[in-house]
């Protein structure tokens, strides 16, 4: 599938597609003229508590467990952006989602939720859709 995943300062390449800045934060000292990106959707990233609870600003650091369950549930409050993305991506767009210069490990890191969560709106059918099942008998009869 056309999704890929990147760090906002990793090189452009010429198949990323659109590139979507999804954190919380804007990038700071970056002016509009060096952006690596073509959108911006802070809604997407890590809310403000569970950003400062990944990096244990206020505590002790949120394992990865916490972190993915928490995300997630944020994510539930953004349906219609996901699904945006998603009918995008079945129309045969590639989707590039960019994350922080300091997010090294894509594998934990939200970016990496949120391809998941793209790609499992990808899976189910819309709503009112029905499914031919090949085991059900043919309707057409002579």
Known sequence: MPIKTKRWDDL????????????????RGIAKSAETWDAWEPRLGPGKDLHSGAYGKKGAMLSWDSYQRLYLNEMRDQPALIADLAKRVAAGETITLLCSSACTRESRCHRSLLKQLIEHQLQVPPVGATLASPSSPSQNRD
Not at 12 to 27: I, K, T
Request: aromatic fraction near 12%; include cysteine.
């Open 12 to 27: 452009a390449g010429p198949d990323d597609g659109f590139r979507l800045l999804v954190c919380r934060y804007r990038p």
